[in-house]
């Protein structure tokens, strides 16, 4: 079955450290960017960062609220990606999905066309 | 960063009738060369994931409902529910990805009127 699975989220204080991992299945991983988006509650969707492939020197972006902080890696060998989250703030509160992005070639962009079912990460004290 | 600005905030239909959703980016995402809008369609229902409905503008994804539909170009587009059913009922974004930050818009709570 093509999915995606994310893990890690929990309750952490401010300024606390957290790793999220998303494992997919079903699908040749190594071929696509993966990004993660949150949704805080009951808010709307955010975009938070990216990793390209290897291909594409497995080279990460990401949101300027999140710039410093938090990064991005990838193992192919493990179908798996990543996200550490240092120095938490209570506006970090959400539901964090990883997405994938079709693989569409080159160093174009493209729409996310599977999404896990995300894991809730909680900021507070 | 290119905004992107739907409206409705939230809108009631009746069954059977039609759903239209609009969203405006700041800036146009047609890029030239290829003439292609980057601007996708996703709708996401109560406590699940989004799901991809429209790539391109206008080309729906595999499995969708041909009652979906997506249509404009550069920064007008519009999502339309051609004959609203039960299982319609969710939250709709529009989301630009032709530059990085790539972005959302608020989104549009579709309910039955």
């Known amino acids: 079955e093509v999915q995606l699975v994310e893990s890690g989220g929990g309750l952490v204080q401010p300024g606390g450290s957290l790793r999220l991992s998303c494992a997919a299945s079903g699908f040749t991983f190594s071929d696509h960017y993966m990004d993660w988006v949150r949704q805080a509650p009951g808010k709307g969707l955010e975009w938070v960062g990216r990793?390209?492939?290897?291909?594409?020197?497995?080279?990460?972006e990401y949101a300027a609220s999140v710039t410093g902080r938090f990064t991005i890696s990838r193992d192919d060998s493990m179908n798996s990606l990543y996200l550490q989250m240092n120095s938490l703030k209570t506006e970090d509160t959400a539901v964090y999905y990883c997405?994938?992005?079709?693989?569409?070639?080159?160093?174009?962009?493209?729409?996310?066309?599977?999404w896990g079912r995300g894991t809730l990460v909680t900021v507070s004290s | 960063d290119i905004v992107m600005t739907q409206s409705p905030d939230s809108l009631a239909v009746s069954l059977g009738e039609r759903a239209t959703i609009n969203c405006k980016s700041s800036q146009s995402v047609l890029y030239s060369s290829n003439n292609k809008n980057y601007l996708a369609w996703y709708q996401q229902k109560p406590g699940q994931p989004p799901t991809l409905l429209i790539y391109w503008a206008s080309t729906r994804e595999s499995g969708v409902p041909d009652r979906f539909s997506g249509s404009g170009s550069g920064t007008d587009f519009t999502l339309t529910i051609s004959s609203l059913q039960a299982e319609d009922v969710a939250v709709y974004y529009c989301?630009?990805?032709?530059?990085?930050?790539?972005?959302f818009g608020q989104g549009t709570k579709l309910e039955i009127k």
């Open positions: 997405a994938r992005q079709f693989a569409g070639g080159g160093y174009y962009l493209y729409y996310f066309d599977l």
């Open positions: 990793i390209r492939n290897k291909a594409n020197s497995y080279s990460t």
């Open positions: 989301q630009q990805y032709y530059v990085t930050p790539c972005s």
